[in-house]
Each structure stands twice: as C-alpha cells, then as structure tokens.
Nanobody, 115 residues
C-alpha cells in the first residue's frame, strides 16, 4: 500500500524560507512522477509543482515560480519542496501526491506565513 508522509511545516515570517519533505513507501518511488498541492484556508486545492521520474523536468504554478524548488532523492524515496521568499498567501496545508493523476496523497503539513 502506498504511503506518503509530509513534514517540515511551520510558522514562518514573510520573506522567510522553509523546506518540506515527503517520505514515500509502498510503491516504486523512482518510477513515479510526484507533485505538491496546497489548500489555503477556505479555498480549494491548488496545484503547486510537479517533478518527473528522474527529476530532470520540473513544473511550477505561476504563483510560486522563481520562489519554490521541487526536487527528489530516489535513493531515499523522498520528495522535497524548498520555499523561499514566503508570502502570507502561501499559507496552506501542503500535500504531496504520487502518480500522473495524483492517485495517492499524504495527510498534509501546515505552513503558516505570518508576522
């Protein structure tokens, strides 16, 4: 059974940085495209970023491009999201999702950007 567990969420000041991790198990991580998706309070799900198998192709929502960086370590079965220049509007629960069609999700980790 596929399992995903996010970590690294925290309260951070505007302009600050944070790194999220997503530990994967129960499936062949190295052969699975991965994504980050977020949900802000009172809003719907927003796709944030994708990374292909191998990690050489990455994609970002316009709202985070240039500030966030997605990466993966296939040897560790871990997905990462490095977030710089954080803004209050980045406040959300961040989820990692596995598969081309987001077949499996983690429980999420809370990121709060506030002074």
């Amino acid at each position: 059974e596929a399992q995903l567990v996010e970590s690294g969420g925290a309260l951070v000041q505007p302009g600050g940085s944070l790194s999220l991790s997503c530990s994967a198990s129960g499936f062949t991580f190295s052969r699975t495209p991965m994504s980050w998706v977020r949900q802000a309070p009172g809003k719907g799900l927003e796709w944030v970023s994708d990374i292909n198998t191998g990690g050489d192709d990455t994609y970002y929502a316009d709202s985070v491009r240039g500030r966030f960086t997605i990466s993966r370590d296939d040897a560790k079965g871990t997905l990462y999201l490095r977030m710089n220049s954080l803004r209050p509007e980045d406040t959300a629960v961040y989820y990692c999702a596995a598969g081309e069609y987001f077949e499996n999700w983690g429980p999420g980790t809370q990121v709060t950007v506030s002074s």
